[in-house]
């Protein structure tokens, strides 16, 4: 094999590319990877990682105002955003050059550089020393995504800010406009509203977290105004106009447009696929909205181009993009690899509360034509979230009445990113209601309380 001639050539090295290109080193694949930023991708460097690294640490200075509550004291609560926002860059940093380790351990070619596919097989990197040509049989694109911009609102760094300018904020706002209420702008909402930020988030369709079952958004609300945040359903912005230090939106909600005056803006109203100037047009792959069309097994309908994560199909979360990347590496090397099933992947906003989620939402079971029963239990009725002073958050799962079948679970409160996983383990292992009845849960955990609510849902829930 030519020394510029590869087995797979996998462009981005975020959680879909590095990882793709480790399951394919260790499946005796000659691997290159190009990446034209940061090794780790986004979601190492300026999303999953250093978000959670910054809402820890709102989470803590919210603890140490309870601090009285758990008999503790603390005076003089105070935070350094600088030094907050640096614990989180040198996060981000650690990981970062642990994903360049693992490039080196693995006998992964690294070429630092822009990419561009001239033809079927061959990648083009432009590099600081000129341009390279590399070619392989297969090709895996993992370039990601970034902050889709709306006309007119468009972010400038000083005033309107992405999730980018957010993570460094060059000062702490005072009055906060979130433009968006899925993930990304939820987590930003609760780390500044936290902090003291007075925080208003608009969201255009009919509740926050749109994605998540009803039930949970309309507590996550409700939580939200507690903590004293506004929040704006069925409401657009309409413009900014920016002056010297402020921003005036106009918001229409209702019909109405009302001007509401902020000194600073956070635009997160979805992402948009890093898909164009590569060629991909000229070699025939169908794009749709900026995303890279693709079968159950990422393939493009190109022969040998793979596309995952971001780039590709939704749901668009980094756990989703490694499982991929491990599936079609799987695939090259030959083997035969059970698709990735949209459905079972759990999504998980790290906001106050935790918001966790698999599967159906109960509206989402009706409407594909399932009976269900439903199972609900509240924390207040747990003896762990009691004693950790968190008795605010539910739990609840949907069924398939007829066969049992867990279709969906749904949580709010404390931990519940971390819960998530037994109902995902659960679903991947073709659980039923009964199963899951038979399981003894440790007591006292959080976890308990998955079981209750399973108990719930067949009318046989013991501590409600």
Known sequence: MASNTYDMIVIGAGPGGYVAAIRGAQLGLKVAIVEREHMGGICLNWGCIPTKALLRSSEVFHLMHRAKEFGLKAEGIGYDLDAVVKRSRNVAKQLSSGVAHLM??????????????????RVSVKTDKGTEELSAKSIVLATGARARQLPGLEADGDLVWTYKHA???????KKLLVIGSGAIGIEFASFYNTLGAQTTVVEVLDRILPVEDAEISAFAKKAFVKQGMTIMEKAMVKQLDRAKGKVTAHIETGGKVEKHEFDTVISAVGIVANTEGLGLEALGAKIDRSFVVTDDY??????????????????????????????VAEHIAGGHPHPVKPESIAGCTYCHPQIASVGLTE???????????????????????????????????????????LLGAHMVGAEVTELIQGYVVGRQLETTEEDLMNTVFPHPTLSEMMHESVLDAYGRVIHM
Do not use: Q
């Open 104 to 121: 080196k351990k693995n006998k992964i070619t690294v070429v630092m550089g822009e990419a561009t596919l001239p033809a079927k097989g």
């Open 167 to 173: 993570l460094m904020p060059p000062r702490m706002p």
């Open 298 to 327: 990422c393939r493009s309908g190109v022969e040998g181009l793979y596309v995952i994560g971001d780039a590709t199909n939704g749901p668009w979360l980094a756990h989703k993009a490694s499982h991929e990347g491990v599936m």
């Open 363 to 405: 509206a989402k079971a009706k409407e594909a034509g399932h009976k269900v029963k439903v199972g609900r239990f509240p924390f207040i009725g747990n003896g762990k979230a009691i004693a950790l002073g968190e008795p605010e958050g539910m739990i609840k799962t949907v069924f398939d009445a007829a066969t049992g079948e």
